[in-house]
């Protein structure tokens, strides 16, 4: 019995002390996952890997290059989680194509292509590397895990590495997800913080793409960034994808796309892959596909379009910080700042140090000295003592106290015969001397300016093609509903009241997305909006179903209804603009015994005539007679209408189409996103009716007539000047020929008829443009050339230089190109004694 309860015992203690353990343990290993694996230090801005690696090749640097496959094994001298760790990590920092010049198959990023083998690949440091973090005076050094050798705390990183390159970690309990910015702006945003100027940084990609940073909260946890492709029209059946967004490979995105497409998203006839130098995927539209909402879709439904939440997390002081991208900048100069006043500091010693000696020296044969090595002395203390007395005279003329040391290696010197030019040689070492001392002192002096150029010197000597690549712009909202095509059918069972996908036994009503919502109304007078799906009850006698609209404040509801309760029957117009999806509204006064005699759907807010019949049982003198719906005014769904009779209706018949009730929609290009807007944003074109078209003209030289259409695209960077057509107006333009250095004036009106189809209006060649457009019917143009004493001012009649055309002629000459050219159209004046030709 005390046996088996000694045994109990020890149990239960063992079990209490690997408790304790495992809570050590896995305290133990968070904290080195953190400090010793995923994050990187704020000092140089690498994780340990990376700088092991660094360091490696650094001890193997001969400016040659290096197998890549030695690397590894040098830098597992310091590294104690194998090959593959290292290998991974120094490919990842040669494909950065910052700190370290690769030669042979190196993989990617845009491709997700991988890098040869190591024995294939060759390295070595870049010399913007050698120049920015190696320096063996002021770096701390510390014994690598198996205490063999010495390696670096951290690197002397005189550079904002951390912002340049990025980084990526998973740790215990936290992560790290650093986004790269741009080489040169990163040097600017320093300059700018050692001059206590504000600065801002945006992530900057080697892939390309656009970027919306009005999120970014400056890389802090909770911001976000959208980035996208770029996606030319290559015509109206081609897309061109022209770069991939960070982190996404081409292979991802054909992959997404293809997706997009099999869930219906999207309809494409294929997507090809034809990167090579530049990244091109060729995306074959279906016939009768927009370009235009395909492109939106494509950024909707795909990796076209990515967003990417930024969590700076670095290690601070041996500990996890979260810092926002202007803090690590801040900390990262500042810390430059320093070690290259550490590196002055120990330059201007060096630089003392010298002079002293060389001082030495030059007293030493000058005032020969140095024949006391020719007296007979007892020891060699006593000439170490003699020659320190020799000197004692000039002691003065030094800095420092004369050391035994400095006398023992002036005595190691070779004595020979000392001629006047040895001590001028001396003399001239001693002022040079004297200059860099004077120049590093100064230096210290103004640390700051010191450290501006430095920054400068950077930047001229490596900024060169590293411009930035990613175009940082705003990008719109895009609505999944309003870019989603009609991949399903919808079904209609009107007697039972019931819509959906699922009756495929029943009427077809029409085709639409299944991210659409759906408007349908019943007999008794019930309206409801529901989601697409399978089967969905509304209520039996379904009269009207479609796509709702949500604040569409142009399609108007003509209703004709009876009341249940008292028999009286009600007209009304009303719109829908919002609803609570799923309610159910009553558009009549209430009584479940109402039923609507007439409906009708109207997108301008047509207002027809309709015939009523009476029951012939009614009492009333006039049995038939018409209504019209344009004497009711447009009020809200829940109005109860006003009284059409008090007699009971047989039937409600339309019979005469009235005319639009609304006045003409106003609208605007929106000159940021390149689209047309009812929301008063960006350049008023004028009120349009149903019918009116929109007159495009690019810089490019060509001009497009198109419609209303909201979801259509026109490229902001290349329209030149957009207004409501009008077929009977004349176009005046200024264009440039540049094979001859002309600016060419023509007149021409729109002859064609195919809408939303570019035409080109100038003579073609490379270099051509067209500078301005007006349609007045006197045009007028101000015109000023030269700079200073030689500039040249004309007002020209352009109607007197040009005819009206066809829009495929040449034009006429009007003056000489000059890139100091200024044109401005300008309003005709009866007093105008000015010029009327350019001389």
């Known amino acids: 019995m005390s046996n088996a309860k000694n045994k109990k015992t020890d149990v239960f203690l063992n079990d209490a002390g690997l408790s304790g353990q495992y809570k050590t343990w896995f305290l133990d290993y968070a904290s080195y996952v953190i400090l010793e694996r995923a994050v990187p230090a704020i000092e140089d801005g690498l994780k340990p890997v990376q700088r092991r690696i660094l360091h490696a090749m650094k001890e193997m640097d001969d400016g040659r290059y290096n197998k890549v496959a030695n690397i590894i094994g040098q830098a597992m001298q310091y590294h104690p989680h194998g090959d593959a760790s290292i290998g991974d990590a120094l490919v990842n920092m040669g494909q950065k194509d910052l700190l370290i010049d690769t030669q042979g198959n190196w993989g990617d990023v845009r491709t997700g292509d991988d890098a040869a083998a190591p024995r294939y690949i060759e390295a070595r440091l870049s010399k913007f590397a050698l120049d920015v973090a190696f320096n063996n005076k002021t770096t701390e050094w510390a014994l690598s895990y198996d205490g063999r050798k010495n390696e670096p705390v951290t690197l002397p990183m005189k550079f904002p590495l951390l912002l340049a390159h990025g980084a990526d970690g998973i740790a215990v309990g936290l992560s790290t997800k650093i986004l790269p910015h741009n080489f040169c702006e990163i040097i600017d945003a320093a300059i700018k913080h050692l001059r206590g100027k504000r600065f801002e940084l945006f992530p900057d990609f080697q892939t390309g793409g656009m970027i919306d940073v009005a999120e970014y909260n400056q890389g802090k946890r909770g911001g976000k960034v959208k980035v996208r492709a770029h996606i030319e029209e290559q015509d109206k059946k081609t897309l061109l994808i022209k770069s991939v967004p960070y982190g996404v490979t081409t292979t991802q995105m054909m992959e997404s796309i293809v997706k997009a497409n099999d869930q219906g998203k999207i309809k494409i006839k294929k997507v090809t892959d034809n990167t090579a130098a530049d990244v091109e995927i060729q995306v074959d539209l279906a016939p009768g596909i927009s370009p235009d909402i395909t492109i939106d ?44 006043e550490m590196e002055l500091k120990i330059r201007l010693n060096e630089l003392q140090e010298k002079w002293h000696y060389t001082s030495l020296e030059k007293i030493f044969f000058e005032e020969k000295i140095y024949k006391e090595l020719e007296k007979k002395h007892e020891t060699w203390d006593k000439v170490i003592e003699a020659i320190g007395k020799a000197f004692v005279p000039f002691t003065k003329q030094l800095k420092r106290e004369i050391t035994r040391e400095d006398i023992v290696k002036l005595t190691e010197k070779p004595v020979r015969r000392i001629y006047r030019l040895d001590i001028d040689e001396l003399n001239e070492q001693i002022r040079g001397l004297e200059a860099e001392i004077k120049q590093v002192k100064y230096d210290l002096n103004n640390l700051v300016d ?31 509903k309003h870019v989603a095509i009609a991949n399903t059918k919808l079904y209609v069972n009107r007697e039972e009241g019931f819509i959906g996908t699922g009756l495929k036994k029943d009427e077809l009503l029409f085709e639409c997305s299944d991210l659409d919502d759906i408007i349908v109304f019943a007999k008794r007078g019930i309206m409801k909006v529901v989601k697409v799906s399978d089967k969905t009850f509304i209520g039996k006698d379904i009269l009207h179903a479609a796509v709702f609209q949500k604040n569409d404040e142009r399609t108007t509801y003509n209703m004709i209804y009876s009341d249940g309760k008292g028999g009286m029957s009600y007209a009304k117009r009303f719109n829908v603009t919002g609803v609570t999806r799923d309610k159910e509204y009553d558009l009549t006064k209430g009584d479940d015994k109402s039923k609507v005699h007439y409906l009708s759907v109207n997108p301008n807010g047509e207002a027809e005539v ?56 106003k609208l605007w290009f929106d000159d940021k996103f390149g689209r047309l807007s009812t929301e008063e944003k960006g350049q008023y074109l004028g009120m349009f009716e149903p019918d009116d078209r929109i007159l495009v003209i690019y810089s490019d030289g060509n001009y497009e007539v198109t419609d209303q259409e909201m979801t259509q695209k026109l490229d902001p960077e290349k329209v030149l000047f957009i207004t409501k057509f009008n077929a009977e ?29 570019k035409f080109m209006f100038i003579k073609e060649g490379d270099g051509n443009f067209v500078e301005t457009v007006t349609v007045d019917e006197e045009p007028i143009l101000a015109i000023q050339q030269g700079r200073g004493a030689q500039i040249r001012k004309a007002k020209l009649k352009i109607a007197k230089i040009a005819e009206v055309t066809g829009y495929r002629t040449v034009g006429s000459k009007m003056a000489d190109y000059s890139k100091t050219t200024e044109m401005e159209w300008v309003k005709p004046k009866t007093d105008d004694n000015q010029p009327e030709l350019f001389e």
């Open 450 to 480: 010191f450290a501006v150029a430095y920054y400068e010197n950077l930047l001229k000597k490596y900024g060169k093609g590293r411009e930035r690549k990613t175009e940082i712009k705003q990008f719109e909202v895009i609505e999944a």
């Open 610 to 665: 309709v015939k009523i019949v009476l029951t012939p049982g009614s009492s009333a003198r006039i049995k038939e007679f018409d209504f019209y719906f344009e004497e009711l005014t447009i009020k809200g769904r829940s109005s109860m209408g006003n009284q059409v009779t008090k007699y009971a209706i047989k039937s409600v018949k339309f019979k005469e189409a009235g005319r639009a009730t609304l006045s003409g929609k």
């Open 729 to 757: 107006k004349v176009i005046t333009a200024v264009y440039v020929d540049n094979e001859k250095k002309q600016y060419m004036a023509k007149r021409f009106r729109i002859e064609t008829s195919t809408l939303k189809t």
């Open 297 to 340: 879709a494509l950024y909707k439904f795909t990796d076209c379009e990515i967003s990417i939440s930024p969590n700076a997390c670095v290690i601070v002081e041996h500990k996890p910080q979260f810092l926002s991208v202007q803090e690590l900048l801040r900390l990262s100069v500042d810390k430059t700042k320093d070690l290259l």
